[in-house]
């Protein structure tokens, strides 16, 4: 009797350490998983942190060359006030020239 009993609890205890195998192989298999897509995450993650630089250092280049444009458009303006200015005077010479006035 306790030899039934005893082979009846090792029958159980092998069919447990069985299923407990199974369970832990099964979680190594959604480990390495788990582990393979973190690996592609991280990898997409460097690529976008990679192409933000890129971007962030196009929109540096390109805030430079619209500084250098305002700086252009600020002279032009410069220029054509003066130009303003010179045919003012020009005018108000030729009328008092002319006689005008």
Avoid: F, I, P, W
Avoid at 39 to 49: D, F, Y
């Amino acid at each position: 009797m306790a030899r039934s009993a005893y082979n009846d609890v090792a029958a159980r205890l092998m069919g447990e350490v069985k299923a407990l195998r199974g369970e832990l192989r099964s979680t190594r298999r959604h480990t390495r998983v788990v582990l393979s897509g973190s690996e592609a995450v991280l990898t997409h993650m460097r690529a976008v942190r990679a192409n933000l630089d890129a971007t962030q250092a196009c929109m540096n280049a390109t805030q430079v060359g619209l500084n250098a444009t305002q700086m252009g458009m600020n002279a032009m303006q410069a220029g054509m006030n003066a130009m303003q200015a010179s045919l003012d005077s020009a005018a108000a010479e030729l009328r008092v020239t002319s006689g005008d006035c």
